[in-house]
């Protein structure tokens, strides 16, 4: 009877990730055989989970050991830029200049095809963008020159589409400066568009209109103004509710609150797949905007698919809205920010007992309740807290900027 087989023998590659897939050996008739745990640091979607795992820093390194290697580690390192710069410096080193506006950031007149080329290769790759038109230096933000955009727009008009795989874009603009770049890279692949305005003007108004008929992809929407231009977007009011009418796959809005009027009401209760409604970011107080004696009225009939929303408002008011409610709505997460608390009719008990009746399917609850330093918290009783017992939470978070006492 024969004997079976010795088995091969393993041992480290010399070159580990060589491309031709050939090793060297320590001598003769000792050859090296690949394992299955070396074989896996060539298979792409193991080393793309790998690599997931890793920082910038880590990922250059990884870079330069082999050519798949690299192809995977560049994906990811262009995958999700935090700033448009690293692929302006693809084409050549930017510089400051005097223009009519002041200092701005500059390119060369002239860039050679070659590096156009290359700057096409790393656009590619790019499938989330965060942008800032301005870029600190010592402390100054000098914004990137209106020519920059200019530049790649002419470029994009000879070609195709301006960074063709990208899927999420995050921009603080300033209008006059950039709005028509950012129009341009909103194609049919981009789902996600969060822009914050960072300046005053009618620019905002312009910029909304620009929007119009590039929307009808996107499931995420986020508009978010600085404080000194918070009440530009209620002049805006028309552009944005055609915006809204325009984007019928919308699933996520993040607005201001105080834009909320009654004709946007009805423009999002227009949106079929709309489930989540954020206001005034997300549910976060906003000293500029937040009024206490505002009121905030939406129906769970206008609304029928909605189960997130996050707004500010005193609890009276909110309480009043829940029980207004024409039928039980499909709430599943609630977050309101209150300034404080009172006992008697306004207070958290009698707001949770009409949240519990007008959202059985509640099943994460938020309370941010503000109150301000020179104000004394009422305590807390865990009774307030009893209509609670009803629902089926699987969150609840009481936030206050001063200490809550539970009495007993």
């Known amino acids: 009877m024969a ?14 990730g060589n491309d031709a897939g050939s090793f060297e050996s320590d001598g ?38 082999s050519r798949i290697w690299s192809d995977c580690a560049l994906d990811l390192l262009w995958r999700n830029l935090p700033t ?11 510089s400051v200049s005097r223009e009519s506006s002041g200092d701005c950031w500059v390119l060369p007149r002239r860039i050679p095809n070659v590096k156009w080329q290359r700057f096409q290769y790393y656009e590619s790759k790019v499938m989330m963008l965060t942008q800032d038109d301005s870029i600190p230096i010592n402390g100054v933000n000098i914004p990137l020159s209106p020519t920059i955009y200019s530049t790649l727009l002419l470029h994009t008009l000879r070609r195709r589409e301006f960074l ?62 600085r404080p000194s231009v918070a009440r530009d977007l209620i002049k805006c009011q028309g552009s944005l509710i055609e915006l809204l009418q325009q984007s019928p ?12 009027s009654p004709p946007i009401v009805v423009a999002l209760g227009s949106l079929p797949h709309l489930k989540s409604l954020q206001l005034s970011d997300g549910g976060a107080f906003d000293p500029v905007t937040y009024d206490p004696g505002a009121k ?63 959202s059985p399917a509640l099943s994460s609850l938020k309370l941010n309740l503000f109150m301000r330093p020179s104000e004394n918290p009422d305590p807390l009783d865990s009774t307030d807290l009893f209509p609670l017992s009803q629902l089926h939470l699987t969150e609840l978070k009481i936030g206050h900027n001063h200490p809550i006492i539970l009495s007993a």
């Open 3 to 16: 004997s079976p087989p010795s088995q091969p023998r393993s041992a480290t590659p010399a070159s580990l």
């Open 249 to 260: 796959n919308l699933v996520e809005i993040f607005l201001p609150q105080f834009s909320l």
């Open 296 to 358: 905030f009225d939406i129906n769970a009939s206008t609304f029928p698919m909605l189960e997130h929303l996050a707004y500010n408002s005193a609890l009276g008011n909110a309480k009043r809205m829940f029980e207004n409610w024409d039928r039980t709505s499909s709430l599943t997460s609630l977050c309101i920010t209150s300034h404080g608390w009172k006992p008697g009719k306004n207070g958290v008990n009698q707001f949770l007992t009409a949240l519990v009746k007008a």
């Open 84 to 94: 448009i710069v690293p692929l302006l410096e693809l084409l050549a080193p930017l």
């Open 28 to 65: 003769p008739g000792v050859d090296y055989v690949i394992t299955a745990q070396e074989r896996a640091l060539f298979l792409l979607d193991i080393l793309n989970s790998i690599f997931s795992f890793l920082r910038p820093a880590q990922l250059v390194v990884a870079a330069q050991i």
């Open 164 to 225: 063709p795989n990208l899927r999420k874009v995050w921009w603080t603009v300033i209008p006059s400066s950039s709005s028509h770049f950012i129009v341009s890279v909103l194609h049919d692949s981009v789902i996600h568009l969060s822009i914050t305005f960072s300046k005053v003007g009618e620019g905002i108004g312009y910029f909304l209109e620009d929007l119009q008929g590039r929307t009808k992809n996107i499931r995420t929407l986020s508009i978010k103004l």
